[in-house]
């Protein structure tokens, strides 16, 4: 016996993808261009940002292209393959192992991500409230984050992403910057190309440009499909000019010292009074909030990606390629609540247990912390 019929896919226009798909580049990272842009200068920092950005454009429209293609033969041969994942994607060209492959790797590095993200609202709050423990904040954000991994559907995220980005912007870059630009005294060594840092300098352009896991959710949400390109490539070139100019900025007012590795230990002396201090705690509530409504957008992939599996595992099969024997082929039908409960759970808890456990090196490397 057949599934019922899926619900309709609630699709997006352009304008409501763009937003998704631009606040979900914004992380934490961005707090690290400062004092990553001082390793190697500003002209040579900007330079490889923009090259970064390129590769970065380039390879998010070859991953467009490979799908588009993949899809066309598809229907060519009428064999009605849904290709909704990058699981599903990599399992129609190169075949059921590197398709499992490749759905692995998404989970993974999307609870990485999210793991930074938990790991930067423990260290933000932890700064702001120093008497509110680790357990506690993780007994508040559980049930929140939960929540807010249980929306359906990519254009109903627009909201959580439109508040993000007001409060990333407000709070984060305005904040920081209004301080920087009150505290102007351009350091003598600006212009210097300095050689020796640039391929820790480059993993942390990587890192705040990435975006790839987004980009097939955003093809499959957005209604007209020819527009997908262009809301990638828009959303990547208007962040990537943002978040460039904000770091030389910072780094042109002086603020930067070699001891800070993230924007706000060069405002917070630690002494938690002042000015500065106050503009400090408002950039960590302001990031913890914004980081917090990311939550669903930056899990959606893998919450799709686990999703279906376990819809193939507890649906019935048909035919020799194990397809879902459902009346509509092209999505999956809704999940009961505790099997998509249990879902986010699991994600939950392994980006809890990496938060908790989460070591120095790997803080570091996300540019949160020293």
């Known amino acids: 016996m057949c599934p019922p019929p899926s619900p309709p896919r609630k699709l997006s226009s352009p304008r409501v993808s763009f937003v998704n798909f631009f606040k979900s580049l914004f992380g934490a ?23 970064v950005l390129v590769c970065v454009v ?37 075949g059921p192992f590197w398709g499992s492959v490749s759905g692995g790797f998404v989970v993974v590095l999307n609870i990485c991500f999210a793991a930074g993200f938990v790991i930067c609202i ?10 509110l423990s680790t357990p506690l904040l993780l007994s508040i954000l559980s049930p929140l ?25 407000a709070g984060v870059i305005g904040a920081s910057l209004s301080y920087s ?38 093809e499959r949400a957005i209604s007209d499909k020819t527009r997908t390109g262009g809301v990638v490539s828009s959303s990547l070139v208007i962040y990537g000019a943002v978040t460039m100019g904000y770091a030389a900025v910072a780094l042109s007012s002086g603020i930067v010292t070699p001891e800070c590795d993230i924007i706000v230990d060069c405002l917070d002396d630690g002494s938690g009074e002042g000015a ?11 990031l913890s909030a ?18 279906l599996a376990a819809e193939r595992l507890l649906s019935p099969r048909s035919g020799r390629d194990g397809q879902l024997a459902r009346a509509d082929p092209r999505e999956p039908g ?28 790997f803080a570091k490397l996300v540019g949160i912390t020293k």
Request: charged letters at 15%; a neutral charge.
């Open 145 to 169: 984050l939960l929540l807010l991994g249980q929306v359906r559907w990519l254009s109903d995220l627009v909201v959580f992403s439109f508040l993000s980005a007001c409060i990333y912007f």
């Open 29 to 51: 990272g961005v707090l690290a261009l400062p004092h990553a842009m001082s390793t190697v200068g500003l002209p040579l920092a900007t330079s490889i940002y923009s090259l």
């Open 276 to 286: 500065a201090a106050a503009v400090a705690n408002t950039v960590r509530l302001a």
């Open 290 to 307: 914004a980081l917090c409504l990311s939550h669903p957008i930056q899990l959606y992939p893998a919450v799709e990606i686990l999703e």
């Open 334 to 361: 809704k999940l009961p609540p505790r099997t998509k409960g249990a879902l986010g759970l699991v994600l939950l808890l392994g980006v809890f247990n990496m938060a908790v456990t989460g070591t120095s090196s």
């Open 58 to 94: 380039i390879s998010c429209h070859l991953l467009l292209e490979a799908k588009r293609k993949a899809s066309a033969l598809s229907s060519l041969r009428g064999d009605g393959v849904p290709l909704r994942t990058y699981e599903d994607l990599s399992r129609y060209v190169l």
């Open 181 to 218: 630009l009150s505290h102007w005294s351009p350091p003598d060594d600006l212009m210097e190309w300095r050689w020796g840092g640039i391929v820790a300098y480059t993993g942390t352009a990587v890192y705040a440009l990435e975006g790839i896991c987004l980009v097939l959710p955003c």
């Open 122 to 131: 423990r260290e933000n709050m932890a700064a702001v409230y120093p008497s």
